[in-house]
């Protein structure tokens, strides 16, 4: 009996991908990010590591309406006046090319950009609230359905 086939890297990866992108077209629940301490193993692998909340933020750059799409410049503007005041001490912004369902059902396949931000979980509940500030600025400025959101609990170190 032949073993069944397993999927090739590049594909768990587009599938992955897709996974993340899709979470930018449904509702999402937040967890709470108390100041709970981190598993011991995971401290002694980082001296001085302390909890932080890593959030992700996921841009199309495409416009439902058929408009142009957000150029880079649009993009680092618009960081500049929403996300930079709001998060000073640092962020992370990756280009990439991604695809999620939309409202009706359509496949979109658009180049994007994922904004990286990490903040102490002490400040979570004040992060989260300027983030969701962050996300309704870009849905607005640019015609968006979405803007997505993937929040991680992790260690860093500075």
Known sequence: MPLP????PRARTAVFAAACL??????T??????????????????P????????RLLFGTQRPDGGPDVTDAQFTA???REVTPRFPAGLTV?????????????????????????????DAAAGGR??????????????QESVGRV???VLADF
């Open 22 to 27: 899709l979470a930018a077209g449904a509702p």
């Open 78 to 80: 618009f960081v500049d």
């Open 29 to 46: 629940a937040y967890a709470a990010f108390g100041d709970a301490p981190a598993p011991a193993a995971a401290t002694a692998a980082v």
């Open 151 to 153: 929040d991680e609990r």
């Open 5 to 8: 086939a397993r999927p090739r």
């Open 94 to 122: 990756r280009e990439g090319r991604g695809q999620w369902r939309d409202a009706s059902g359509r496949i979109v396949r658009e180049r994007s950009y994922e904004l990286v931000l990490l903040y102490p979980a002490a």
């Open 48 to 55: 001085g590591a302390r909890s932080h909340v890593e959030t």
């Open 130 to 143: 300027e983030v969701e500030r962050i996300r309704a600025a870009y849905v607005r400025a640019f015609g």
